[in-house]
T-cell receptor, first 112, second 114 residues
Framework: GEDVEQSLFLSVREGDSSVINCTYTDSSSTYLYWYKQEPGAGLQLLTYIFSNMDMKQDQRLTVLLNKKDKHLSLRIADTQTGDSAIYFCAESDRINTGKLIFGQGTTLQVKP | SAVISQKPSRDICQRGTSLTIQCQVDSQVTMMFWYRQQPGQSLTLIATANQGSEATYESGFVIDKFPISRPNLTFSTLTVSNMSPEDSSIYLC???????????FGAGTRLSVL
């Protein structure tokens, strides 16, 4: 079945780059997403990438997609303390249902 | 992006009671979804709320426990029925607009069942 895996925890120093990794199993996934959840808040869409793309950049965020290995990463440049949150990777099978399958979430801790 | 209002934002309920959660969107949307996020866990889709017809439930979720209404293209409700402490979770509404491939989420309802 569909499955999305993420490492659970990442700690970086302020100003460093953060790289959060995700693997997925459904080769029919057409869109892959990164969401951010701050404490006590809902999910905020950060960025997404279509499956026929290798890379997408949006200001401090860079998404890399290796479709052959079913690997997705989110790089945050110049990480700030305000970036501390849980980051969820999600895949969508747009052709059938549009349903999102989420990873377990990676808690990013940014130390000053 | 759509603006989604979810009510209540949090509640503490007694075992055996029911709670209805409301989700209001500021524009007409094609798809509305309800997710559950158990403590320290990821999000799991409960059901897709279909306008004018019965919701489509995911495996492990049933209509008797989680009845859903969707009377129009901007509003939906999820009821958590006959609650037990295991139902303590965050319940989130999400929407997807026509022609979009993006789901936007409400702030969620934090439910504690005693």
């Amino acid at each position: 079945g569909e499955d999305v895996e993420q490492s659970l925890f990442l700690s970086v120093r302020e100003g460093d780059s953060s790289v959060i990794n995700c693997t997925y199993t459904d080769s029919s996934s057409t869109y892959l997403y990164w969401y951010k959840q701050e404490p006590g808040a809902g999910l905020q869409l950060l960025t997404y990438i279509f499956s026929n793309m290798d890379m997408k950049q949006d200001q401090r965020l860079t998404v890399l997609l290796n479709k052959k290995d079913k690997h997705l990463s989110l790089r945050i440049a110049d990480t700030q303390t305000g970036d501390s949150a849980i980051y969820f990777c999600a895949e969508s099978d747009r052709i059938n249902t549009g349903k999102l399958i989420f990873g377990q979430g990676t808690t990013l801790q940014v130390k000053p | 992006s759509a603006v989604i209002s979810q009510k209540p934002s949090r509640d503490i309920c007694q075992r055996g009671t029911s709670l209805t959660i409301q989700c209001q969107v500021d524009s007409q949307v094609t798809m509305m979804f309800w997710y559950r996020q158990q403590p320290g866990q990821s999000l799991t889709l409960i059901a897709t709320a279909n306008q004018g017809s019965e919701a489509t439930y995911e495996s492990g979720f049933v209509i008797d426990k989680f009845p859903i209404s969707r009377p129009n293209l901007t509003f939906s409700t999820l009821t958590v029925s006959n609650m037990s402490p295991e139902d303590s979770s965050i319940y989130l509404c999400s929407v997807e607009g026509t022609g979009e491939n993006i789901q936007y989420f409400g702030a969620g309802t934090r439910l504690s069942v005693l």
